[in-house]
C-alpha cells in the first residue's frame, strides 16, 4: 500500500512535472481515503482532463461527481471535479462581493470576462480559491489536489498573494486615483488620456470600473489569503510529489522540492512511479523455461530482461539518494501492466506500491 494519510489531514496536494502520471496517482489516493470511509473530493487543475479517464467517467464539470466505489467496498465516499477557470471565478466573485449589485458588476465587466476566461494566473488563483472553499465544505474529510505540471503548480501556491500584491501595487492605486486633483497624481490622468487616445474611451473605462470594484474585494481576498497560506502550512496539509525514478526525473523532483521549501512548506511525501514491472507468477531472478517456438529468440528476451534489470537497481539508487538527500518518506508504484480506467484498477494498482527503504 501506498501512503496512509493520517485522519486530521484535510488537504493533499500531488505535485510533479508532467507525464509521470501525478493525475493517475491522485486518482488512486483519493481512491484509497474513500475506501478507509472518509467523504473524500478530487479535485483537478490540470488543463489536460486526465481525471476522467483515471476514474473510468465521461466528462468531469465544476460541480463534483460522485463516483463508484468497487462493489467489495464498504469505504466512505468519492467525489471528482475538474476546474473551470470561469465557473470558478465567477463563484468567488459572488462570494467575494457580499453583494448582488457589485459582483455583477464585476462579472458583466469586459475586462473581468477577458481575465477570468484567458489568463494563467486567473486560473491558479480560480484553483486556490476553489481549494479554501472545499476544505471549508462540511461534506468532505479530504480534499486532493491534482495540479498542474511543476512551474504551474507553484504559481497556483502563489495564486492568492499574487492577487492581493497586484491590488497593492502603487500603479493600481496610482490609475484609480487619477481623477484627483493632486499634483502628485496628475501622470495618472494624463496617462488615462493617452490610452483612451490609443485603446478607446469604453476600454479605458471599463478597465477603471473592473479595477474599482476589485479595489473594494480587496481585503476579503487578502484574508482568504491569509486562510490558504496558514492551511497549506498547517499540520492539516500534506504535499505529495510524484516523480519518475529516471536521472532527469529526479533532477526535476528535486527542483520542485526546493521550490515547496523556498516557501516555508513542507514535503511530506514522495511518489516514484512507473518505478519496476511487477513480476507475474514467478519469482523475479528464477530461470525462465521458453517454449520450443521461441527458443531461438531466448538470447534476445534475457538481453531485454537484463536491462530492465539493470534499469531498475539504476532507479533503486537513485530513489535511496533522494530519500537520503531530502530526508523524506518515500514510496514506489509499479508500470502498470493493463489500463487504470476505473476505481477496481487503481485499487489493484496502488496497493502494488513498496516503500523506499533509504538504508538499503
Known sequence: MV????DDCRL????????????????????????????????????ARRLADALGIYGLRDTPSDIPLPSHAPGGELHAAMLET??????IIRHAANDAGRAQRVLDNRIYQAFSNTLARSHAYAAMERVHDAVHDSRYDLVVVDTP???SSIEILDAPARLVSFLDQR??????????DSPGLRGGAMAQRLLRAVAGASLVSALT???TEMAFLREGFA????EVRDLMRSSSARFVLVSSADTVGIEAAKSVAAEIA????????????RAFVPEVGRAAHAPVTYPDSLAALAPKLEQMRAILTQEEQQKRSNMVAFCREQEVPAWSLPEATRPLADSSALAAWIDQGRQVDPFA
Not at 19 to 41: C, H, I, M, Y
Not at 86 to 91: N, Q, V
Open 3 to 6: 501512503i496512509e494519510l493520517p
Open 12 to 47: 493533499a496536494f500531488c505535485v510533479g512535472v508532467g507525464g509521470v502520471g501525478k493525475t493517475t496517482f491522485a486518482a488512486a489516493l483519493a481512491l484509497r481515503e474513500a475506501l478507509r470511509g472518509r467523504s473524500v473530493l478530487v479535485l483537478t487543475a490540470d488543463p
Open 86 to 91: 470561469k465557473a470558478s471565478a465567477d463563484e
Open 149 to 151: 505540471p511543476a512551474q
Open 171 to 180: 500603479v493600481v492605486r496610482w490609475f484609480l486615483q487619477a481623477s484627483d
Open 209 to 211: 470600473e473592473f479595477l
Open 223 to 226: 484574508e482568504r489569503a491569509r
Open 262 to 273: 523556498s516557501r516555508d512548506l513542507e514535503l511530506a511525501h514522495v511518489v516514484f512511479n
